[in-house]
């Protein structure tokens, strides 16, 4: 495949499976480009053009040719200049790698990370949390990830690419929404009754069964065995946690359990004195649910898949 279309065909994936819908994501593309046509000078000239076909800020290729060939790709959960040395150490032993892909943003993809977070307030909003508290709680977390980027050396895993000539993409939220999707109607399919059902049924999912087998299975963090679990409601997309505020505005809005990939022990404390049970799916495994979506297009395409760093690959083509 061809770099470019494998890029285009990601994002694509990722709006089919965007909580918000296809149209209200098309809505958004065109207010970003109508404000880009307003722009001037330096502000124009400075903008990042993919914004106005690629809502995600958090997906891109960051150093390689549209045109460049791909038969094989490495990917990755996360990418370092370490993963670049090993591409270039499998070439050496005969194994020619096209292209490395992340799934968490690496390079131009975590320049502007923090916009996708956004989302967040439209899946609250879902749950019958009013727009403008989602908003608001969402608002100054926003910030407090952009702040905590800002100073992140985001090119020098480029830099390396670029030294060594090996082409780089990362594909993060269209892969998290896919994830976000396949598990929730997973769960809506079974119906788990109580805690230990939702790992039990969470283990029907062959990433999770085989991150289980690798002591990184899904767990009970908050609630017991017992308890039952109400309304559970999946978190896996939206770039990374959301506000502490988030737990008590849904219990509010009649959430019962939360299944997420990580949580801060800030938000554990808070989910415990609000009685909101928490199970963590866990992180590799949720994260290759959502790129073993997007990879399976590229390998019906004709591209061989090569996981390393973290990515549990299954082929649903296979299981299903
Ligand atoms: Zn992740």
Redesign the pocket.
Known sequence: MRLRDMYELAVQKGIDADPRGRAAVQRLLDKTRKKYEELKGDDKDEFDVEQLTNPYSDSRISFGDDDTEVNRVLVG?DIDVSEILLAKELERQGTKIDLILS??PAGKARVRFEDVMKVQADIMAQLGIPINVAEGILGERIKEVGRHLMPANHFRVVDAARLLNMPLMSIHTPA?NNAHQFVQKHLDAKSPETLEDIVAVLKEIPEYKQAAKLGIGPKILVGSKEARAGKIVVMMTGGTGGPTEDIAEMVKAGVGTVVE?HLSDEKKKEAEKHHLNVIIAG?MA??SVGMNAILDEFEKRGVEILPCSGIIRVSRATVC
């Open positions: 959960v799934h968490h998290d990939m992180h949720s994260d």
